[in-house]
């Protein structure tokens, strides 16, 4: 499926009822539209959500963890402090989404699209990303430690100190990103992880200098 641009270009729009109430812990939520929701320390883990749309919906802490989602839009919606560790997200599209603060590690990502959103301290750690898009989003301290990172794309985005210590990179093209500035470094740790990723020369210029100092080698003009 082509990833859609907006709501509407779902083929399921038409056919998804409002929801009033409150999540539920292991919810089933089928062809459902959460609309300019407010959730205030939701808890609804193991909850299954598919062919559902989140639009303008706010998450303030909570519990979403070993939910499973499928077939899921996500749009102006901000997740703060959300405990979403171990979820499974296959075919999910964000867009112009914040995350800060949200704990998705040991997570299972599959063919999903983030779109102009802001994720600022989201802990991917231990996380599987197959055929993931990050486009023209901002990445502050996003921490990829021990990830597996398969087909994952970051064009138009900005990285600042991300962590990307003992990843796993199957074709991973980081081209097109811009790593650091304001005098913070892109790539924070993980340098040695990052075989079998592709980068453009301006990033090769930008991670030379901090290449050089984690392999011990002192740059000194004479």
């Known amino acids: 499926?082509?990833?859609?641009?907006?709501?509407?270009?779902?083929?399921?729009?038409?056919?998804l009822r409002p929801f009033?109430?409150?999540?539920?812990?292991?919810?089933?939520?089928?062809?459902?539209r959460f609309d300019s929701a407010a959730f205030a320390?939701?808890?609804?883990?193991?909850s299954r959500f598919a062919e559902s749309a989140f639009t303008g919906v706010t998450f303030d802490g909570g519990r979403l963890r070993r939910a499973r989602l499928s077939d899921v839009w996500?749009?102006?919606?901000?997740?703060?402090?959300l405990d979403a560790a171990e979820c499974s997200?296959?075919?999910?599209?964000?867009?112009?989404?914040?995350?800060?603060g949200v704990q998705a590690f040991s997570s299972v990502l599959r063919r999903v699209t983030l779109r102009g959103c802001k994720l600022d301290s989201v802990n991917?750690?231990?996380?599987?990303?197959t055929d993931v898009l990050f486009e023209d989003c901002v990445l502050r301290d996003a921490d990829f430690g021990g990830a597996k990172l398969t087909r994952v794309r970051f064009?138009?985005?900005?990285l600042s100190d991300a962590d990307f210590s003992k990843v796993t990179c199957t074709d991973v093209d980081l081209r097109g990103a811009t790593l650091g500035g304001d005098g913070v470094a892109g790539v924070r740790a993980g340098?040695?992880?990052?075989?079998?990723?592709?980068?453009?020369?301006?990033?090769?210029?930008?991670?030379?200098p901090l290449l050089a100092h984690h392999l011990g080698i002192a740059v000194e003009d004479a």
């Open 1 to 15: 499926m082509k990833p859609p641009r907006a709501l509407a270009d779902l083929p399921f729009a038409a056919e």
């Open 124 to 129: 991917f750690r231990e996380c599987k990303l």
């Open 155 to 158: 064009p138009g985005c900005t």
């Open 20 to 32: 009033d109430g409150e999540l539920e812990l292991d919810g089933d939520y089928d062809r459902v």
């Open 89 to 100: 997200w296959t075919d999910a599209w964000f867009s112009g989404c914040v995350l800060a």
């Open 191 to 208: 340098y040695d992880s990052l075989r079998g990723a592709r980068i453009d020369t301006l990033q090769l210029m930008t991670l030379a």
């Open 74 to 81: 996500v749009s102006e919606t901000r997740f703060i402090a």
């Open 41 to 46: 320390e939701a808890v609804a883990g193991g």
